[in-house]
């Protein structure tokens, strides 16, 4: 069973800095995509940042001041987030496409999010 922790939310006045930390625990076989999601109230769940083969994308609203990164050695995908504005205030969700076992179909994982306000 493969669960996704993050961690790193918080309060952060405007212009701050942040960095969400999100690793699997269980038996991975291959992760294929590491995404960061947010969703602020009243509103859909966006894509933030991806990273894929090595290759990172990330949301317009965003570029510039957020950064994607991994450490595949520990199943883990960091959102470095600089320059953060009101706006920036969700609920942020990493997301993992992954299989356990080399037969096992690839599958969507989720982690339970993590609050990040930003506010003076």
């Known amino acids: 069973q493969v669960q996704l922790v993050e961690s790193g939310g918080g309060l952060v006045q405007p212009g701050g800095s942040l960095r969400l930390s999100c690793a699997a625990s269980?038996?991975?076989?291959?992760?294929?995509?590491m995404d960061w999601y947010r969703q602020a109230p009243g509103k859909q769940r966006e894509l933030v940042a991806s990273?894929?083969?090595?290759?990172?994308n990330y949301a317009d609203s965003v570029k510039g001041r957020f950064t994607i990164s991994t450490d595949n050695a520990k199943n883990t995908v960091y959102l470095q987030m600089n320059s953060l504005k009101p706006e920036d205030t969700a609920v942020y969700y990493c997301?993992?496409?992954?299989?356990?076992?080399?037969?096992?179909?690839?599958?969507?994982?989720w982690g339970q999010g993590t609050q990040v306000t930003v506010s003076s």
């Open positions: 990273i894929s083969g090595g290759r990172t």
């Open positions: 269980g038996s991975i076989f291959a992760i294929y995509a």
């Open positions: 997301h993992f496409n992954a299989r356990v076992r080399a037969v096992a179909p690839t599958l969507d994982y």
